[in-house]
């Protein structure tokens, strides 16, 4: 699976009911082999992905995305991946508000 097949896959996967009443946008930029710019907002229970970064963030996740991958794939430990620089989250009180919601944990 590549980031653009995840990314793109999240609203079919997330539940209405875990993010009633959520509201936030996430920016994701993919670097290396699998590049590329993606936005998620949440918003009034339902999910939406495009392709770019649109609107204002409340959390930006930056990442070759390989090792965006290996995380989401369960090959490398999320936390290890931060502390270990290969993830870059200008928000974590965000990231953990919703990591395990969208499958990133």
Avoid: W
Wanted: hydrophobic share 40%; with cysteine; proline share 3%.
């Amino acid at each position: 699976m590549t980031v653009k097949e995840f990314l793109m896959g999240l609203p079919a996967k997330v539940s209405p009911e875990a993010i009633e009443g959520h509201n936030t946008v996430f920016h994701f930029d993919a670097s290396g082999d699998e590049n590329g710019q993606y936005t998620l907002t949440i918003a009034d229970g339902k999910a939406a992905v495009v392709e770019g970064l649109e609107g204002e963030a409340k959390c930006t996740v930056k990442a070759k995305g390989s090792d965006l991958m290996d995380v989401v794939e369960g090959r490398q430990n999320p936390m290890m991946a931060f502390m270990m620089g290969k993830i870059k989250v200008d928000n974590q009180g965000e990231m953990l508000k919703y990591a395990k919601i969208l499958g990133l944990m």
